[in-house]
Structure formats: C-alpha cells, structure tokens
C-alpha cells in the first residue's frame, strides 16, 4: 500500500522527470500482485483506493514501460480474480481509459506490438463484463483498430489471438456486427480457419466464436450465404469430424456448429443449408457420435439446427377450424370469435402465404443505444397496483326486481317442513326398490381414511361364481325408467329421442355383439360378499363372430372406496348390460364356496355406477355430431388400480432419439408410409382393412381426435380438433384403439399441441383404459406409454391459429405402447375422462340412493345450454332437526357454500374431486352430517356441458372460454355464467353471502393440489408499494381455509398457493366474486394433471382415488373452517394467519406477467436446448418466441407460454 501511496504522490505531483520512478514502482507492485494473493485481494478490496490510482497513472503516463507494467498488473487482477474484479474495474472507467489508450497506440507506426497484445488481452477479460463496449468502441473510433491489426498480421498469432477475443466481444452489439462486417470481417474470418489441423487451434476456436457471434446479425449471415460459406462450414466439420478420432477438438467441431446455427437463423441460410445436403451430412455425423456420451453437446447442437431447417409442414387438415360447426345466436362483436366468422372462406387458415417467417429479415439493424438500461428486474406488469380496482365493491349490476327469478332455486329459505315426520334424527332405513348396499363411503386414498370413515371394519371376500349365468341375460333389457324429477325443473331434462341408437362404441358394434356384451353377468351380491362369474364377449374383427371368454380370475381391487364405480360392500362389476336383479334375490346368492379371498377394508358402500342408467341417461344428451355410440370405459365405468403409478423417469436422451426419427422423414421418405387411417372430415374415409394396420374411432360423448395418419409401420401421426367456433386449444384427447397385435411398440404422435411445455416432459403418462382387462374384471385407466416427451416439431402455425404471431410451431406429444391383448379395443385419453352423461348418473343415484329424512337433497336445472342440455344445480343440506319453528329458522339460517366446476371441459380431474365432495356431503359419515347441519351447498357440478359432450378442451360452443366471462356474460352466449352469476347476485340481494366460493380447475404445468384466491395487502406487497400496503388493513381469513387443506389433505401444498389478484384474472369466477359479489374467501382450486412432488403422494402420479379424497378433504377442511370462523367458540391461532412473517419466509418470487407463482414450475431438464429450436431464434432457449402467446390471456388454470419459459429458466 505504502507502493501505491507513493504512486498517488507522484501523480497529484505531477512531477517531471519522475518517469523513472514510477516505471520502478510500478514494476515493485507487478512483483507483489505477481507473488502476493494478499496484495490483489488489498487492491481490489472495497473502500480501497488502490484501481483508481493504477488507472490514473495508466491515463497520465506516457513512458511505454510503465504502460506495460500497470497493463500486467491489471491483467494479473482480473485473471485470477474472476468476474467480480473485472466489474470493479470497468465501476471505475477503466474500459474508457484503455479504448483511448489503444486509440494513442495504434497512431504509432508501427505500433507497440508488446502493447497491443497485453491492451487487447484485458480488453478481451473485462469486457464481457461492459454491457456498453460495444458502443463505447464505436464512438471512440476503436471499432476497426482490432480488424485492421488482423488483417495486417494474419501469420502473427500471438497479436491477434487477443484481437479475435476483442473482435467476438465487440460483435455482440449487432450495429458492431454489421459494421465489421462492411470492413471484410467475415471474409477475413474464413481465412484463418479451415480443414483439420492440430498447429494453432486456440486461434481456430476463438476465430470460429467471433464468426458465430458476427453470422448473428442477419447482414452478414447474408453476406457468408452469397459467398457460399455454408457449403464450406459444412465441409470443414465433416473434415474434422473425420479426422478428430479421439475427439480431443470436440469445442471446435462444436464452434463450426454454432457457426452454421447462426447463418441459419435466416430463411436464405436454411434454404443453403439443405441445398449444402446439411441435412444429411449433420443427420449421419450426429449418429456416429451417439455411442460417445462426451460428444452430446455436438448431437444436441446438430439436432438443433436440423429442426430449425426441417421444411415448416403444412398440417394437413383442410381448415384449422373445428371439424364441428354450430351456427351461434349471436356473433360477439369483437374478439377470436368475431374474427373467426368475418374470415372470408377461401383465406387458407392452415398455413400463410409464406410457409417460413423471415419478415425480421426486411427490417433494418438499428439498435437503441440505451438497450443495456433495460430495468434488469423482471417486472409483472400483471399484477393489478390499482388500489381502487383492488377494493371489493359489491355491485349486483341487476334491479333485485330482476333477480326475483332466482328465488325458484331457493326453496329451503321458504320451505316449512309441515308435512314432513322430522321429529327422529336416526337414519331410517334406505328403500329396497333403490338396490343398495349401505350408505355412501367416504371417499378415500387409503386406509387411514378408511378407518376413521367407519371403525367397523368388514372383511370381504372375492369369490367366483358362474351360477348367475341364465338365459335372461342373453336378452337385451329395456332401458331403465328414470324416476320423475320434481315438477319445477326444467323440463328440457325429460327431453330425449327415443328413437337414437346408442351403442358401444366398438368400431360400430351390431347387434348381436350387443347381446353378446349382455351375458356379461358380474353382478351385485350379498351385502358382504363378491362374485366375479361371467361369460365375457370382446368383437374380433370378423363382424359376426363372437368369442366368449371365461372370466376366471377376481379383480384383486385392494383399495377401498367410495371412488369405485361398483361402490357396495362388494366391489364388483354391477349390471353391465343385463336385466336388473333385485336387491332380494341379491341377498340370497352368496354362498360359501372356495375361491380366491382378498382382504379388503372398506365400508359398506353403494354402486354409483349403473351401466343401463348410463345409457339412459346418454339418450338425453345432445352434442352437435348426434353421437350415437358410447365409450366402453364410460359404459363399464372404472376402479382405481390397485397399485401405485410412480412419476415416469425420463429415460436420458429420449427427445433426441424422437427428434431424430423425424428428421429421417426427410432423408429417407421412401420409408415414410403417409396414409391417411381416420379423417373426421372425410365421411368416404374407409376403414383400413389390413389386419396389421390399427383403428381409430373418437365419435362418442367427450372424444376428440380429429385425423390420424400412418408414418412407418406402427407409428401414427394423430392430429386432435379444435375447439368448437375456434382454431386452437388441442390439449384434451379421448380416443378408441383397435386391431392390434401385442408384443410391438405402437408410436403415437399428436402433433397439433400449442403450448410450449407440458408435465408430459415430467414424468406424465396418457391414460388407457383395456376393453379385454374391463371384461376380465379389472375395468380401470391405468397411466400407460414409454419413451414419452414433449417438443416443438415442424408443423407450422399460421399466424390467424396464432393469435397473429408469425413463424410459430405446433408441438408433438409423443409416447410408445405395447399393448397386452391381440385385437383389443383400447382407449386413450389426456386424462380420466368423465363425461356429461356420468355426472346425470351420478346425480341420479345419489338422488335414488340418500335417505330424504336425513338428507335436504334437491337437482335442478339452472338453464339450459347453447346446444339445449341441462345445467345442472344441486342443493345439499341436512333436514330440520323437527318442524318446530326454532329447528326451522336454524335450517334456513345455514351460512351457504357456493361450489362449481368443470368450466374447462379438458380439466376432467375437477369433476372427480367434485366426485369425492358429492359423495362425501351424502355420506352418513357423522361429520358429513356435521356438515350439513353447519351450511347450505349450492353446488353447480358442470359449469360447461357442451364443451365436455363434443370433446372441447377449454371453451364452450361459443368458442369463448367461459372463465373469462364473469365480468359481463352474454345470456345468450353464456347462459351458465349468466346464471351462475345470477344465483349469487341473488343471494348478495338478499343479505345472505356465501362463506365460501369455490370453482374446481385442473392445472397443465404444476404438480399438486393448491389454490388462487384473492387479497390486496398480498398483492400490494408483489407490487413493491411497500408504504400503501402497509397502511391497508385486511382480515387475514381468506388464508384459513388453504392453511386448514394443507395440514389435513395430503395431496395439497399450501407452498404452490397465491393469493394475488392479476389483471389478466379480472374477469375469472374468483375474482369477480370476490371483487363484484364481496365473497372474501373466493377460491380456485387447482388439481394437478401429473401427479405431487410433496408430501404422502410424493412421486406418484394422481388417480381418481386421490382426486376424489381431495374433494372429501375439502369438505373436512370447512367444517374446521366453521370452527374457526366462530369467534365466541374458537380463537384464530396467530400462527395461522401470519402472512407477512410467511411471504418473507417464501421469498417470493413474481416470474410472469400473467400469473404469480411461489416456486419454480420445473427444474430444468438436460434437453431443454434441444427441445426448444424455433427457426427464428436467435437463443438456444427461446425467451422471447413465447412472450404474448395465447396462452397468456386463457389460462386460470396457470402458466402462460412466456411464463412457463421463464420459470423453466430461472
């Protein structure tokens, strides 16, 4: 330090004559940095002075030796140093000194070599570290110092090894790029590298880095095109591919890489890439360095600029417009919808006119000087910071006058009960004529729910028996008369056409394949015992003959529950296609007799599921194609496996594997079969009749596949529908499969998805549900599919499909499967599908099954839909404890609990945990009746039936996603919403609030069970108005019901839940009965897609059982929520409620524009460069190709495209 004093003197001196001395102090302080750890660390150590003086001398000097010391001292900082060093010396304008001392230099003729060296060589360390060199350099005249150095000393190797560092710095500032490049940079780059050589190759991989730095700006790409330096990049790898046997120059085989990654980011660049046979030389070069785990990089780069040049594809489909069309009542005057009928119909919506994006191209470099002050923060401008926005205001926006029309759906606030016996609280006992076996079990995922839902717990015994096999069953029964439903509800529920054929679906099942499916006899049994007997029939191909199968062996079915479709006390198959029995004869058909005995703790329980109920209730259904055949999974109905379906690994290099398959569509399409096996918009297109080709059918209730083509042998390109009265949202998928042969992995590709990552990449599997495992009594999806991955493949959008974005791709979900029987009949579906038609069923049998002296049980119809299906409105409570006038008043002054669900028809998931919070609150369970003594259910189970009968994934028939519609519904457009929202109105009216409002949603991109709700000190505190949050003072219950989930549901993660209100949200459910209504406690509960990354289901994919345990859950959690919320009982514990200590704790973290989210959605995964190529990046992760997606403004259920992006990468 004393050195360095002596320095400072020197300088605040100005002495002459004192060039001597400083040459020797400097040199005294280059031995010590040199030596010294402990005199570098003093030098660059915060409130020293010790850079600035080393800089001042450097300005001031003019002795050559002293400007090589300081240069050496500096260099000798910043190299050992790392990063934070070199920003200390570009904080204290170190950049600006040494730019104007190259400037001096280089008038020097000649100039200093030893000083050109040592200046460029810290040039090229700091500046990565100077976002502005870039610009500082061009003002200062510096820009073309460098370039004329190379030009003048290409044998010199030491000089412009250092220049090329400096140059590739330089050249991340495009205006730069485009200004070397006039001077011959990109000409002079091609001189010094060339074909394998082992003299020089530092100087190789630094000259290659700066050409793929300078091929970023689109000018000189075009300028290395027009010179044909494509064909010569690709030489120069395959000679050094070739040559470098032991790949010890695997970074500069990957430099030529990045250089032809960047020539190709234009549409002239790809177009020389193919014309080069890049394709093929990078398809077989990649191949061969599979086998060597070291090489990936250059796999995954060549994999990459392979996909970017793969010919964008038309998809093949005539329009991209649903397959359906339904002519609204009114067109809305703006929006998609608006847009999508203005269309003239001879605009091809497939594809633009250009099949490639290159309109960036045209548009000239300029670039902002002040690009680097970009506010480095990421900052959600979603969040609502509005306070008076903010600010719940209960506005009815209708007269009370016109609300009156909602009091129909209020019975229970008029009803007195006079002709009811209420006076005995015990449970009569239930009908004979509804055939049961017991109350509704609760709901459960396990034994431990399981006890506590009833302590007695029954053994059971699976038997088989074939005794029940009569000729009755040979016969086609009629179909069930359906109870008469109280004489105010809407009658459009009666109305049905009697006269449609509703089958099976089983490629067009006959006849006689019908009576063939009514032997199947697995039916009810004595109370505690099972029998699985039955002659089983399964169509071959042959139309007429039929093969019985014996079903020998019983479902092993270990777990309990109410999520069973044959809910008794026995698990079993009940009434699949035969006449009823009655529950008497039932009764008297157990038998001791040996067989197979399966220990089962379950309470007794109660079928939900009545195939012939099915159905009659299908009959009702109207859906726009008129289907007229029935899924056999909705037909036979489903039990949870009983084994555990781990999260699948993702097997290493499995997308690369894929990707690669598809390139060879390319480069061999002799291979490439291309025939088209199923075409909804082809009525002539016949079914494939070779034996070894696979059928496709989706023409019943909730399926969608659109088109499937055949690629190779047993790979299939399936392509899904839109929405109706929109072009896109392709997510959802329910198929049939049949014709297949076992021990062959079948690939199937849908390749129409849109957004931009899926859990398929995290370990999610489709679903598939086996005909031939239904009839040997193991009717169940189970998660199915191998080798599965989600990427960007080379089917273009047009930019109508894409919300006027150009140059976007279609995505493929891509899984293998091996099937276990010859000519099955499978099903395939996103998700465990759960159809309009089921929930009538549902409903119907809770209705036929609950005992109505315990149970206030009531369905109706809330309107009817756009395509004239019911809505369908249940109000559960428990009966008065008598008529008498206290008992009566306590009835009606129930606090009420709004729940809803199924607004997006794909997230099927939300209709199962409605399941489970249906079947609990019909329960005899004693807390269920808890529960029902504390509140008043108004529950809407299916907020969009038309979307969920035609197979829609997100929107209803007017093509709108309806949770977006609260703000302001069209009652013609919207009638659900209207309605929904009209019921509410209603009861703010009337001074009579819900405690809690609820909707049930599914989430695509997170794991677990959480919820959104809504709070303003919350949101304030995300928005970084710290002092206006700290003046609002809000009641904290809102976070009281999540808190209760957390701790009692094991599925649930208080860790995922936000509670910030966004703009893009303002017109969801949640908000706008918070915000409109005055509902605090207004939710959205989302369930995962894929499966819990925490607690008892850590690591295992979510089934019924699960989802249905977490609607039961919901229903224990506001019962505590009822003891909390009374403060002459119960004391809100402090811990409960502690937000601000919570929200510091989580360090939270706001990652998008468009929803608040606590964690990362995923971690990053090794493929993550592969599996983002888009042909116009300039990135190996594309940030900014998904900003504004669509999905931005469409999703309550989560992320958005840039969203998920940016979480993925944070």
Known sequence: MSLLSQLEKINSDSLAGEADNVRYVTSKILHLVQSQEKTRKEMTSKGSTGIEVILSTLENTRDPQTTLNILSILIELVSIGGGRRASVLVAKGGTQILLQLLLNVSKDSPPNEELMVLLHTLLAKIGPKDKKIGMKARINGALNISLNLVKQNLQNHRLILPCLQVLRVYSSNSVNAVSLGKNGVVELMFKIIGPFSKKNTSLMKVALDTLAALLKSKTNARRAVDRGYVHVLLTIYVDWHRHDSRHRYMLIR????????????????????????????????????????????????????????????????????SAFHFQLPVIPANGPVAQLYSLPPEVDDVVDESDDNDDAEAESEIETENEDDKDQHFKNDDIETDINKLKPRQELGRSIEELTIYEQFFPELLENFQECDLVSKEPKPFRSDANLGGPIVVPTAGEEHCAEANPSVKEISLKESNSLLTEEYNIRPAFLELPKKDSNKDSSLHQQNDQRKLLPSCQCLSQEIVKGLDRITLQNSARNEQYYGAACVIKKESKTSLTALACSKPYEHASPCGSSLFEGSSVQLGKLCCTGVDSEEDDDSGSSSSGEQVMLEVSDVSPVHDSDLYIEMVKTTKSIPEYSEVAYPDYFGHIPPPFKEPILERPYGVQRTKISQDIERLIHQN????????????????????????????????????????????????????????????????????????????????????????????????????????????????????DICYYKNHFSRSSIAAGGQKGKSYYTITFTVTFQHKDDVCYFAYHYPYTYSTLKMHLQKL???????????????????LAGNSCPLVTITAMPESNYYEHICQFRNRPYIFLSARVHPGETNASWVMKGTLEYLMSNHPSAQSLRESYIFKIIPMLNPDGVINGNHRCSLSGEDLNRQWQNPNPDLHPTIYHAKGLLQYLASIKRLPLVYCDYHGHSRKKNVFMYGCSIKETMWHTNISASSCDLIEDPGYRALPKILSQTAPAFCMGSCSFVVEKSKESTARVVVWREIGVQRSYTMESTLCGCDQGKYKGLQIGTRELEEMGAKFCVGLLRLKRLASPLEYNLPSNLLDIENELIESSCKVTSPTTYVLDEDEPRFLEEVDYSAESSDDQDIELADNAGDYEATNQEDGLSDSESTRTLLS
């Open 254 to 321: 990957k430099g030529i890489l990045q250089c032809i990654k960047s020539v190709t980011n234009i549409k002239l660049g790809r177009k020389a890439f193919i014309d080069a046979n890049g394709m093929k030389i990078l398809y077989n070069t990649s191949q061969e360095c599979l086998a060597v785990r070291t090489l990936d990089p250059l796999v995954n780069t060549s994999s990459l600029i392979m996909r970017k040049c793969f010919p964008k594809n038309r998809l093949p489909l005539p329009t991209i417009k």
């Open 671 to 786: 291979d490439i079969i291309d025939r088209v096996v199923y075409d909804l918009d082809n009525s002539s297109c016949s079914v494939p009749e070779e034996a070894d080709v696979l059928k496709f059918n989706s023409k019943f209730e909730s399926g969608n596949l659109r088109k499937v083509i055949q690629i190779r042998k047993n790979e299939y390109d399936l392509i899904l529908n839109s929405d109706i009265n929109s072009n896109h949202y392709h997510q959802w998928f329910y198929f049939e499969v049949s014709g297949m042969k076992t021990g062959v992995g079948y690939r199937f590709n849908i390749i129409n998805c849109e957004k931009s990552n899926s859990q398929f990449n995290y370990g999610m599997q489709p679903l598939m549900y086996s005909v031939q495992e239904a009839l040997n009594s193991k009717p169940c999806w189970t998660r199915v599919g191998t």
């Open 847 to 865: 209705e036929s099954m609950h005992n109505p002296q315990q149970i206030y049980f009531r369905q109706d119809a809330l309107c009817e839909t």
